[in-house]
Every structure is written in structure tokens, then in C-alpha cells.
């Protein structure tokens, strides 16, 4: 069983950053690849970005974030973080983290219904 608990949201004018952190309950925090999802107001959850679950592991992006973004982990901190950069407004959306404990493949890591288990999200908002 693992329990997250992102952090780090809020409203910020388009062009700036946010750092989101999402902490992990438990001892096996290093067993899970993690990822980061966000659902925008009448759209469907989007990956967003993922991690391998060794330290230093391969990371992966959505073509929309690619090159702003940047997921990476702290695994003796049992925390993954998601720096955000010259965030836009399409950017708006309730930002989850996500556990996985078994990826067959590359594309299962930006798959939302692959996932085990979700933290309860944090709003980021970006205004014009």
C-alpha cells in the first residue's frame, strides 16, 4: 500500500514556475515508477510526465510539456517532484502523482489506468 500526498500548487501568471512535490508513504517508495497526470475542467486525465524507480532513472515527457517540465525524485526522501517552467495557461488543471509498480513497456508508464495508486491532487492555476 502506498499513500501520496502531492503539494505545491497554486496560481501563478503565465510565463512563471511552480514546483510540485508528491511524498510516498511506506518503504518501498523505490519499487514504483511514478508519474504525474492532470485533468483540466471537462477533459479527460492526461499524462503529463514519468520516472523510472531507480535514482538517476529514464524519464519521459508529453509532447505539450517537453522542454518546460522536469520530473525527478529524491528516493531517499521517498518524494518525486514535477518543476514546472514558463507555464501557459493551457497548463491549468488539478495535477496528480501516480505509482506503478510493474511497466511492461514505455508506453504503460503514460497510461493513467496502469497506475496503482493516486494522490488526491493539487490545483495549479496559470492566468493570462
Known amino acids: 500500500q502506498v499513500q501520496l500526498v502531492e503539494s505545491g500548487g497554486g496560481l501563478v501568471q503565465a510565463g512563471g514556475s511552480l514546483r510540485l512535490s508528491c511524498a510516498a508513504s511506506g518503504r518501498t517508495f523505490s519499487s514504483y515508477h511514478m508519474g504525474w497526470f492532470r485533468q483540466a475542467p471537462g477533459k479527460e486525465r492526461e499524462f503529463v510526465a514519468a520516472?523510472?524507480?531507480?535514482?538517476?532513472?529514464?524519464?519521459y515527457y508529453a509532447d505539450s510539456v517537453k522542454g518546460r517540465f522536469t520530473i525527478s525524485r529524491d528516493n531517499a526522501k521517498n518524494t518525486v517532484y514535477l518543476q514546472m517552467n514558463s507555464l501557459k495557461p493551457e497548463d491549468t488543471a488539478v495535477y496528480y502523482c501516480a505509482a506503478l509498480k510493474t511497466a511492461i513497456t514505455i508506453a504503460t508508464m503514460t497510461r493513467a489506468a496502469d497506475y496503482d495508486y493516486w494522490g488526491q491532487g493539487t490545483q495549479v492555476t496559470v492566468s493570462s
Open positions: 520516472i523510472a524507480r531507480w535514482s538517476g532513472g529514464s524519464t
